[in-house]
């Protein structure tokens, strides 16, 4: 069955710092991958999509990258604020299948 | 507003007392899904619809039921809650299906304690 690994570990990271987040997957190659974001008590927010034949996507201070090679996501945050501190969530679609498959998440906190 | 809905955010229960979770949205979603996260497992999909009136089981359904009679309204049943149901629950809603990469928006939650 598919796995997704997230670092349960928490990421702290100085203000101002870039801070990278480790999404990886095991077997078969997703159609796309998503990031959340989520807050204590809050819902997760959506991020960012990238799709199996792109490489990277931006998005103001964040930038993703997907390497099917590696099966690998990785997720940047430029330029970190306090106000970036959240869990992050990776999730992942297999093409066909109705369904989103989340990791655990990793918490990032950013020191001022 | 464009939002998910749901419906208690905090809810304590007896094992075995019927309860059920509502969940709306006001955005005109096909998509819509419920999920529990627990500490250790991330988020888990319960039950999933694609449309009003076709529903599907996600990875965890049992000791639940759903049922979406209304495209806004996905309602969350627990016919006879345990303890093991005690969870932070999530619905959320998309344009599309998964398949389309339609972005997922959630509730906020609801946070159940079965004793």
């Known amino acids: 069955s598919q796995k997704i690994e997230q670092n349960s570990e928490a990421l702290n990271i100085q203000e101002g710092k870039t801070a990278t987040l480790t999404c990886n997957y095991t077997n078969y190659s997703p159609a796309y991958l998503q990031w959340y974001r989520q807050d204590p008590g809050r819902g997760p927010v959506f991020l960012l999509l990238i799709r199996e034949n792109e490489k990277e996507k931006r998005k103001e201070r964040l930038k993703v990258t997907f390497d099917t090679t590696l099966k690998q996501s990785l997720f940047h945050i430029t330029a970190s604020q306090p106000a970036d501190s959240a869990t992050y969530l990776c999730a992942l679609n297999f093409g066909g299948y109705q369904k989103v498959t989340f990791g655990i998440g990793t918490k990032l906190q950013v020191i001022p | 507003e464009a939002q998910v809905t749901q419906n208690p955010r905090y809810l304590i229960t007896v094992t075995g007392k019927k309860l059920t979770v509502t969940c709306s949205q006001n955005?005109?979603?096909?998509?819509m899904s419920w999920y529990r996260q627990d500490p250790g497992l991330g988020l888990r999909q319960i039950y999933y619809?694609?449309?009003?009136?076709?529903?599907d089981k996600g990875d965890v359904p049992e000791g639940y039921k759903v049922s979406r009679k209304e495209k806004r309204n996905f309602p969350l049943i627990l016919e006879s809650p345990s303890p093991n149901q005690t969870s932070l629950y999530f619905c959320?809603?998309?344009?599309?299906?998964?398949?389309?990469?339609?972005?997922?928006?959630f509730g906020n939650g609801t946070r159940l304690t079965v004793t």
């Open positions: 619809s694609m449309n009003v009136e076709v529903t």
């Open positions: 959320a809603s998309s344009f599309g299906a998964p398949s389309s990469n339609s972005p997922l928006h």
């Open positions: 955005m005109n979603h096909e998509y």
